[in-house]
Nanobody
Framework: QVQLVESGGGLVQPGGSLRLSCAAS????????IAWFRQAPGKEREGVSY????????YYADSVKGRFTMSRDNAKNTVYLQMNSLRPEDTAVYYC??????????????????WGQGTQVTVSS
């Protein structure tokens, strides 16, 4: 059983920044597809970003493109989501997800087998 643990959430002012971390166990990040999802109250889970296991490329939802950046530190088995220019509509619980196989639709929740517990991000003035 792999485990994913998110951290770094909190309350931030509009226009501010946060960096989320996802620490993984029992697998190598280079061999896995890793993604970030978010879910606001009463809304469906939304794919935010993922990093491909095939070529290492990162992909982003249109709603965060240009503001959010994924990165990884293989030595620490950790991936990050740098979030800049945050908006109130970014408020959600953010989840880290992973899959050991190549995914077809990386921003779809059903592609992933392993999930973290989530970390709350609140953007408010």
């Amino acid at each position: 059983q792999v485990q994913l643990v998110e951290s770094g959430g909190g309350l931030v002012q509009p226009g501010g920044s946060l960096r989320l971390s996802c620490a993984a166990s029992r697998f190598t990040l280079d061999d896995d597809t890793i993604a970030w999802f978010r879910q606001a109250p009463g809304k469906e889970r939304e794919g935010v970003s993922y990093i491909s296991s095939s070529d290492g490329s990162t992909y982003y939802a249109d709603s965060v493109k240009g503001r959010f950046t994924m990165s990884r530190d293989n030595a620490k088995n950790t991936v990050y989501l740098q979030m800049n220019s945050l908006r109130p509509e970014d408020t959600a619980v953010y989840y880290c997800a992973a899959d050991s196989s190549t995914v077809v639709n990386g921003l779809e929740w059903y592609e992933y087998d392993y999930w973290g517990q989530g970390t709350q991000v609140t953007v408010s003035s």
